[in-house]
């Protein structure tokens, strides 16, 4: 089964991260099948750049974000508009 989630990068005390797409056995920072995004929390406010027309693509194949990913997901995506009227 396929799995979104994040793998560390960076240096010591200063990581950031991919958003990748793996499968669900993989080690943290094993092989993947793509990356769709970063994340970095050591700015103020925390960057996450996501290609959100991938990470549909895969949600759409089944792929599960992991819990951390979800939030991100969350976070980045703008709130549905309301029509007015």
Not at 44 to 60: G, I, Q, Y
């Amino acid at each position: 089964m396929l799995r979104i989630r994040l793998t560390r990068m960076g240096a010591k005390k200063k990581p950031f991260y991919r958003v990748v797409v793996t499968e669900q056995r993989q080690t943290r920072d094993g092989s993947f099948v793509e990356i769709i995004g970063h994340y970095n929390p050591t700015t103020n406010p925390p960057l996450v750049e996501l290609k959100m027309d991938r990470v549909r693509h895969w949600l759409a194949c089944g792929a599960q974000p992991s819990d951390t990913v979800n939030s991100l997901l969350k976070k980045a995506a703008p709130p549905p508009s309301v029509a007015a009227g």
